[in-house]
C-alpha cells in the first residue's frame, strides 16, 4: 500500500485549518492502482459531534472482556466504501474453481 508524501500531509494540514474555519469536513486520499486509500479525515463537530462518542466510550470501558471482542470484531468488518475500492469485503482470494 502506498503511503501519503510529506506534501501530501502537510497541505492535508493546511486545508484541515482553512476548511475548518468555515465548518467544512475534509477527507484525503491517495490511489495505487485505482484503488483509493483514506489518509486523513477531519470532521467539523456539527457533523460529528465528539462528546456524545466519548460519553459513550467512557460508559462502557472497563465492562469486560466479552464486551470488548465485540467491539474488536465490529471493528474488523469493512465498509461498504472498501468493498468497493478492493478491501477484502468478504471477497475470496485466488482464482474459482
Same mark, same amino acid.
Given at each position: 500500500?502506498?503511503? #501519503?508524501? &510529506? $506534501? %501530501?500531509?502537510?497541505? $492535508?494540514? /493546511? +486545508? %484541515?485549518?482553512? /476548511? =475548518?474555519?468555515?465548518?467544512?469536513?475534509?477527507?484525503?486520499?491517495?490511489?495505487?492502482?485505482?484503488? #483509493?486509500?483514506? &489518509? +486523513?479525515?477531519? /470532521? %467539523? %463537530?456539527?457533523?460529528? #459531534?465528539?462528546? #456524545?462518542?466519548?460519553?459513550?466510550?467512557? *460508559?462502557? !470501558? =472497563?465492562?469486560?472482556? /466479552?464486551? !470488548? &471482542?465485540?467491539?474488536? *470484531?465490529?471493528? *474488523?468488518?469493512?465498509? *461498504? $466504501?472498501?468493498?468497493?475500492?478492493?478491501? !477484502?469485503? =468478504?471477497?475470496?482470494? =485466488?482464482?474459482?474453481?
Amino acid at each position: 500500500m502506498s503511503i #501519503p508524501s &510529506y $506534501a %501530501d500531509l502537510r497541505s $492535508a494540514g /493546511f +486545508y %484541515d485549518t482553512e /476548511f =475548518g474555519s468555515h465548518g467544512v469536513s475534509l477527507l484525503e486520499f491517495i490511489c495505487e492502482r485505482g484503488i #483509493p486509500h483514506l &489518509y +486523513y479525515a477531519s /470532521f %467539523d %463537530d456539527s457533523v460529528v #459531534p465528539v462528546e #456524545p462518542i466519548a460519553s459513550e466510550i467512557r *460508559k462502557e !470501558n =472497563g465492562k469486560g472482556i /466479552f464486551k !470488548n &471482542y465485540f467491539l474488536r *470484531k465490529e471493528l *474488523k468488518r469493512t465498509t *461498504k $466504501a472498501e468493498q468497493i475500492a478492493g478491501g !477484502n469485503g =468478504g471477497q475470496t482470494s =485466488g482464482p474459482q474453481l
